[in-house]
């Protein structure tokens, strides 16, 4: 296990390294592998980006973004401009199927609901919205609509996270019921472990998801 203190220098030269932010706005605490982030940043996507950044530090079991998003001046947007913005992002994305999703924006919140077919959809929603100027956070709220799942489900996930460099599927357990999957087990850092959940939700037939890993040294190989 690593110190709190080596991880604590690692979070900054980490917040350092990504171009897209300002470490100096940023104040880094770290107990027992939980790393807390507070003080302000420009935008949402800085706020997203700061805690993606942690995520790639080995050793880091938890986040806890307390960054709040204060807009320069200038940069503030009426509620009305960011929705018709967040309307045309999507439209001008052919992952995303915008006519099934409803936009509600308050205070430069923009919240996401509605129905898609698959994760990847949902996700490329909340990064359109989630970059434009204005906007202080998102809520995706889109549920994944069930499709059939394949009867070898829990094989093509292992599979692919055997295929995948950036996961170790020796250290990681797959369990399936109808359209859910959980995954239990061990993994280096938050990034592997994002990564395996990205995975499972890429598999045809998934609307759920729990991912159960742990962040730190596996005891012994999983089966």
Do not use: C
């Not at 938890?62 to 009426?78: F, H, T, W, Y």
């Amino acid at each position: 296990m690593r110190s709190d203190t080596e991880l604590h220098d690692d979070v900054l030269a980490e917040l350092r390294w990504d171009q897209r932010l300002r470490e100096k706005d940023i104040a880094v605490a770290v107990r027992e592998g939980v790393v807390t982030l507070a003080g302000t940043v420009e935008s949402y996507a800085q706020r997203y980006a700061s805690e993606r950044a942690v995520e790639r530090v080995k050793g880091v079991r938890a986040i806890v973004n307390d960054l709040a998003v204060k807009l320069p001046g200038g940069a503030e947007r009426s509620d009305a401009d960011i929705a018709h913005a967040a309307l045309d992002a999507m439209r001008w994305d052919i992952e995303i199927p915008h006519d099934r999703i409803t936009v509600k924006v308050t205070d430069g919140w923009v919240t996401l609901e509605g129905e898609v077919q698959w994760y990847f959809q949902k996700d490329s929603a909340e990064r359109a919205v989630g970059h434009l100027a204005g906007v202080k956070g998102v809520s995706n709220l889109l549920l994944v609509s069930p499709t059939p799942a394949p009867s070898n489900i829990k094989q093509r996930i292992k599979e692919t996270f055997k295929r995948q460099a950036e996961l170790d599927a020796d250290h990681i357990t797959v369990e399936t019921a109808e359209h859910k999957v959980v995954l239990k087990g061990n993994v280096e850092s938050l990034a592997e472990k994002r990564a395996a959940e990205r995975a499972a939700w890429n598999s045809p037939g998934v609307t759920r998801v729990d991912n159960q890993l742990r962040v730190g040294p596996a005891s012994a190989v999983v089966a």
